[in-house]
């Protein structure tokens, strides 16, 4: 039996930020399109991504670390929130090693 070369891999980012993404990712995945996908582990639904992954064993799931996100609006970045002080190296490095500890556990 002839096995299909993998030619793209789609992934699918921001699982576990609200309900609503999660659906879509596993449409997506159980369609055939995406094959991994990125667990926001701070936002309310990640949880939910987490049990949907678990029921899923195809789905590979990575850590989408999340410190800060930015929108581009009439040719201007904006803030839209900050978790700490990026400049701030000790305050990044304990995020990150809490998201991480998050992300094992769940």
């Known amino acids: ?7 793209l891999i ?3 980012d921001d699982f576990g930020r609200s309900s609503g993404i999660n659906s879509g990712i596993v ?4 369609s055939g399109v995406v094959t991994s996908a990125s667990l926001m582990v701070r936002w309310p ?4 991504a ?3 992954a678990c029921a899923r064993p195809n789905l590979s799931v990575g850590l989408h670390l999340d410190l800060a996100e930015w929108t581009c609006g ?7 929130y900050e978790v700490v002080a990026l400049q701030d190296a000790e ?3 304990g995020e990150l090693q809490r998201q ?3 992300y094992l556990d769940t």
């Not at 039996?1 to 030619?7: F, Q």
């Not at 639904?45 to 939910?48: D, I, N, R």
């Not at 009439?74 to 839209?80: A, C, F, I, R």
């Open 45 to 48: 639904a990640a949880l939910e």
């Open 91 to 93: 305050a990044v490095y």
């Open 1 to 7: 039996m002839m096995t299909a070369e993998r030619l």
């Open 10 to 12: 789609v992934n699918a």
């Open 74 to 80: 009439e040719g201007n970045w904006k803030q839209v």
């Open 27 to 30: 449409r997506a995945h159980e």
């Open 100 to 102: 991480i500890a998050i």
């Open 50 to 52: 987490a049990k949907l």
